[in-house]
Structures are given as structure tokens and as C-alpha cells.
């Protein structure tokens, strides 16, 4: 595996972590935020290991797009793309709510960890690492 690839798993490691400790504390924002984080930076680091170049974005969307162009079934619908897609600014900044019309809660958070673990996992297991 490529040094820059561990270097992106880690990173995506640590947003991940900081999101299940975020969710404990309540800081829901917060938690989605790395939640959001953790999954592009998870999909970054199969395309960095792939070599097939980084964009800059931070659409899931996008990049799940690319990864599954890679020829990977990822574990990942649609919608759940868009929900983390939905994160990205307005958690960040004061722009509205996470969610239109919603505030972020417990429940959201814990499904968008779910999402954010079956990446972790489908990836881990397409880079053959532990």
C-alpha cells in the first residue's frame, strides 16, 4: 500500500473516531461534520492507492461515483450519498441548519455513523487491510 494511502486512512480514521466521541459528548453538529469528512477522505484514499488522481471536491456523490467507475461495489445507495452531501456546508457554517428544516440529533448521527462504517469496512476490505 502507498504511504500516502495510510496517510489518508488515517485522517479518515481520526474523523471517524472523533465522530463517535463527538456523538457521546451531544455535539451533533460536530459529529456530522467528521462523519461527512471521514467518508471522503475513506473514498480519497482508495482512488489515492488506485492512482486514479484526486478532484477536488467534497461531494460523496462524486466520489463514490469515481470509486464505483474503479469497478467497486460500494456500500452506499444513493440517498445516503445525498444525506452526506447535505452535510458539508451547512455544518461548517452557520449558513442553516445541517439538514433543511431539521436539526441535527442523536438519530441522524447515528445513522450517518452507520453509513460512514459500512464505507470504513467495504473499503478496508477492497484494499485488503485488516
Request: glycine share 4%; hydrophobic share 40%.
Amino acid at each position: 500500500m502507498k504511504k500516502d494511502t495510510e496517510l489518508w486512512l488515517q485522517y479518515a480514521d481520526d474523523n471517524f473516531k472523533s465522530a463517535r466521541v463527538l456523538l457521546e459528548s451531544g455535539l451533533y453538529n460536530p459529529c456530522l461534520q467528521n462523519v461527512q469528512q471521514a467518508v471522503e477522505k475513506y473514498l480519497k484514499a482508495f482512488l489515492v492507492e488506485q492512482a486514479t488522481g484526486l478532484s477536488k471536491t467534497h461531494s460523496i456523490s462524486e466520489l463514490a461515483a469515481r470509486v464505483r467507475g474503479a469497478g467497486v461495489v460500494l456500500a452506499i445507495t444513493e440517498d445516503e450519498t445525498d444525506l452526506l452531501d447535505s452535510i458539508y456546508l451547512p455544518s461548517k457554517y452557520p449558513l442553516a441548519s445541517v439538514l433543511p428544516h431539521f436539526m441535527p440529533d442523536r438519530n441522524i448521527c447515528q445513522q450517518c455513523l452507520k453509513i460512514a462504517e459500512q464505507v470504513r469496512c467495504n473499503l478496508k476490505v477492497v484494499l485488503d487491510l485488516p
